[in-house]
């Protein structure tokens, strides 16, 4: 099996889904760096817990002051574990199910070295998913997996906000994988509120993603669908686009 390290950044995630993350990527990575923000719950001791997860403490809290730094940080940290895949995911994320049936052939192969997935956002629940402007899950594909090539000189946008997980100059052809990656960010209703005041305090005219999107976290009637996992089956490469 690849060595495949996992790296996220947390930051008062002690009541939220960092368990749900944690016990899902414990089942197929080799290790998890975490770079903790600054928390100030119990976030830390819960990541103490997981045998499989490396964590990084700092004292001050950065992520608004400069994500891009952060997310560098903590890349730093991941490539010297030695990995040959790294996955950038969130705190408040969990692949669909059947990655755990796909992953050793995502990471086997040769011949791509991006691996793309469709992110969902869940509204309001743990069973819905937004499918609505620029929420629509068909329109919002990323690369959450890549081969680490080392020597290779990754370049970091300079951008404070919404700058990505990983480097934008990423070489190698992409595999568009036809999975899922569930995002919970939006799940509590709770939790839309307080999201939109972040964006709009720290990104007032709307430099890193259009202010209607901020504004559209509040919609009253958001249009939704029902999540159903999809079963694992055995794939094909040559059913996938790249």
């Keep these: 099996m690849p060595r495949i390290i996992a790296m996220l950044i947390v930051r008062n995630e002690a009541h939220r889904y960092l368990r749900l993350c944690l016990n899902d990527l414990s089942q197929y990575v080799t290790e998890i760096v975490v770079l903790d923000d600054a928390s100030t719950d119990a976030t830390p001791a819960i990541c103490g817990t997981y045998a499989k997860v490396h964590l990084i403490r700092k004292n001050t809290a950065t992520f608004w002051q400069n994500e891009s730094l952060l997310r560098q940080e903590c890349w730093a940290a991941t490539i010297k574990r030695r990995p040959e895949w790294i996955m950038a995911i969130d705190a ?11 992953i050793q052939r995502f990471t086997k192969q040769k ?7 469709q992110l969902v956002e869940f509204w309001g629940s743990l069973t819905q998913y937004r499918v609505d402007k620029m929420w629509n899950p068909q329109n919002r594909w990323g690369v959450y997996l890549i ?3 080392p020597g290779y000189p990754y370049q970091w946008p300079n951008q404070p906000l919404h700058c990505g997980r990983l480097p934008h100059n990423l070489p190698g052809n992409i595999l568009q994988s036809g999975l899922r990656l569930k995002h919970y960010g939006y799940a509590n209703q709770k939790d839309h509120l307080r999201k939109y005041q972040a964006y709009l305090q720290h990104d007032p005219q709307g430099i890193y993603s259009p202010l209607s999107h901020y504004q559209s976290i509040l919609d009253p009637s958001p249009v939704l669908k029902t999540w159903q996992e999809t079963k694992p089956k055995k794939e094909s ?6």
Excluded: A, V
């Excluded at 408040?92 to 796909?102: G, H, P, Y």
């Excluded at 011949?111 to 997935?117: E, K, R, V």
């Design 147 to 149: 081969r680490y090539l």
């Design 92 to 102: 408040d994320e969990i692949f669909e199910n059947r990655l755990k049936t796909s």
């Design 237 to 242: 490469f040559s059913t996938y686009k790249t």
């Design 111 to 117: 011949n791509y070295d991006q691996i793309s997935f």
